[in-house]
Nanobody, 122 residues
Framework: QVQLVESGGGLVQAGGSLRLSCAAS????????RAWYRQAPGKQRELVAA???????NYADSVKGRFTISRDNAKNTVYLQMNSLKPEDTAVYYC????????????????WGQGTQVTVSS
């Protein structure tokens, strides 16, 4: 079993920055990647960025060039640095633990954090 805890959300003005953290505890040998998803009110949850244990990354087109996903394996923590934030980035951000990236597609597993709210004001 894997437990995920997100932190770092908050309220920021458009153009500002936030860094989200996702700390993991427990273990599951099937888990080789981590990802950030987000869900805005009335919308489906969408993949934002993913990173494998080896450091390969993948991003949604809407955040490329603005968001950076990284990981500290020693701390078992994944980060999402969000720069040049826009009001449309407003959502609850969730951390997921998954199987990996295959041909650029992230394969999630059913481990989710509780979510952290990011609100970007215009």
């Amino acid at each position: 079993q894997v437990q995920l805890v997100e932190s770092g959300g908050g309220l920021v003005q458009a153009g500002g920055s936030l860094r989200l953290s996702c700390a993991a505890s427990g273990s599951d040998l099937r888990i080789n990647a981590r990802a950030w998803y987000r869900q805005a009110p009335g919308k489906q949850r969408e993949l934002v960025a993913a990173i494998t244990s080896g450091g390969r990354t993948n991003y949604a087109d809407s955040v490329k060039g603005r968001f950076t996903i990284s990981r500290d394996n020693a701390k078992n923590t994944v980060y999402l640095q969000m720069n040049s934030l826009k009001p449309e980035d407003t959502a609850v951000y969730y951390c997921n633990a998954g199987v990996g990236l295959y041909s650029g597609t992230y394969s999630p597993y059913d481990y989710w954090g509780q979510g952290t709210q990011v609100t970007v004001s215009s």
